[in-house]
């Protein structure tokens, strides 16, 4: 007998479908134009009313293809913003501590570049005025397509309703079908080099 694959199955096979789609597609983008679209979506942020009011973001350091965010984290900075990077703690919920410069980040186990600075704590995320995260696709109504490790989800049922939080995402990755879990929780709007669009 042939057992139908549960639900829950079916979704998680979806996911991993989408995003070895999106990732390929990654692949393919042409070198030179990274930087290029990494200093659009630093200007579309930092001109959106949202992130020029904020006194406290989060944002990450960007890794390998995604949508660059060196010259928007120095651009949030440079306007006197509080910037909150993650740090990956080993259950793979995120800690926070405050950017204080490209000699204040040192490479972690995960191969991502993260801040050396005093641990905030996770609550920390909670205190930010506008939540920029990663992802890899987002749909119409806000639901976010993530790496399936769960860190965001967990950071972003910590920020309180109302604040703007918003995926940084390349053009074609917004308004796709993304399978949904119960744990997953959904984002405002979407940044690509193109602009902001509000979601839900």
Same mark, same amino acid.
């Given at each position: 007998? /042939?057992?139908?694959? @549960?639900?829950?199955?079916?979704?998680?096979?979806?996911?991993?479908?989408?995003? $070895? =789609? /999106?990732?390929?597609?990654?692949?393919?983008?042409?070198?030179?134009?990274?930087?290029?679209?990494?200093? =659009?979506?630093?200007? !579309?942020?930092?001109?959106?009313?949202? !992130?020029?009011?904020a006194a406290?973001?989060?944002?990450?350091?960007?890794? #390998?293809?995604?949508? #660059?965010?060196?010259?928007?984290?120095? #651009?949030?900075?440079?306007?006197?913003?509080?910037?909150?990077?993650?740090?990956?703690?080993?259950?793979?919920?995120?800690?926070?501590?405050?950017?204080?410069?490209?000699?204040?980040?040192? @490479? @972690?186990?995960?191969?991502?570049?993260?801040?050396t600075g005093?641990?905030? #704590?996770? $609550?920390?995320?909670?205190?930010?005025?506008?939540? *920029?995260? &990663?992802?890899?696709?987002?749909?119409?109504?806000?639901?976010?397509?993530?790496?399936?490790?769960?860190?965001?989800?967990?950071? *972003?049922?910590?920020?309180? !309703?109302?604040?703007?939080?918003?995926?940084?995402?390349?053009?074609?990755?917004?308004?796709? $079908?993304? &399978?949904?879990?119960?744990?997953?929780?959904?984002v405002l709007?979407?940044?690509?080099?193109?602009?902001?669009?509000?979601?839900?």
């Amino acid at each position: 007998m /042939v057992l139908s694959p @549960s639900p829950r199955d079916a979704t998680r096979a979806a996911k991993t479908a989408l995003r $070895d =789609q /999106v990732l390929a597609a990654r692949r393919g983008l042409p070198l030179a134009d990274l930087g290029v679209h990494g200093a =659009q979506l630093a200007d !579309v942020l930092l001109q959106h009313e949202e !992130v020029r009011r904020a006194a406290t973001v989060t944002a990450y350091v960007s890794i #390998g293809r995604e949508p #660059g965010t060196a010259r928007l984290i120095e #651009g949030l900075a440079a306007a006197g913003k509080r910037v909150l990077l993650p740090v990956v703690l080993p259950d793979l919920d995120l800690d926070w501590a405050a950017y204080e410069g490209d000699a204040s980040l040192a @490479s @972690s186990s995960y191969g991502l570049l993260e801040p050396t600075g005093r641990r905030l #704590g996770t $609550d920390a995320v909670a205190t930010a005025d506008a939540v *920029l995260v &990663p992802g890899l696709a987002v749909s119409d109504r806000g639901h976010r397509l993530g790496r399936g490790g769960g860190c965001y989800d967990r950071a *972003l049922g910590r920020v309180p !309703v109302g604040t703007f939080t918003c995926v940084m995402l390349y053009d074609g990755e917004v308004g796709r $079908d993304v &399978p949904v879990e119960p744990h997953d929780r959904p984002v405002l709007a979407a940044a690509t080099p193109s602009g902001v669009r509000l979601l839900r």
